[in-house]
């Protein structure tokens, strides 16, 4: 399936549930498929995350205990 279609389909979805719903229930549907989205990403190896974590720690200073 192409992203436009999918992007067409998730849109649809939130609309009719804020429309139905109300604002908030759309919001949190909207995170719902954003996690789903991440979640298969990193199933399917698009997103590394210790590649992820790795970038994050480059930046921070290190911390003394």
Not at 16 to 25: I, K, S
């Amino acid at each position: 399936m192409e992203t436009r279609t999918i992007g067409i389909l998730i849109g649809i979805v939130i609309g009719v549930v804020f429309v139905w719903q109300g604002a908030l229930n759309a919001f949190f549907v909207a995170l719902i498929i954003l996690a789903g989205w991440i979640i298969a990403k990193i199933v399917t190896g698009e997103i590394d995350l210790l590649e992820t974590y790795e970038r994050f720690q480059e930046g921070r200073p290190k911390r003394r205990r």
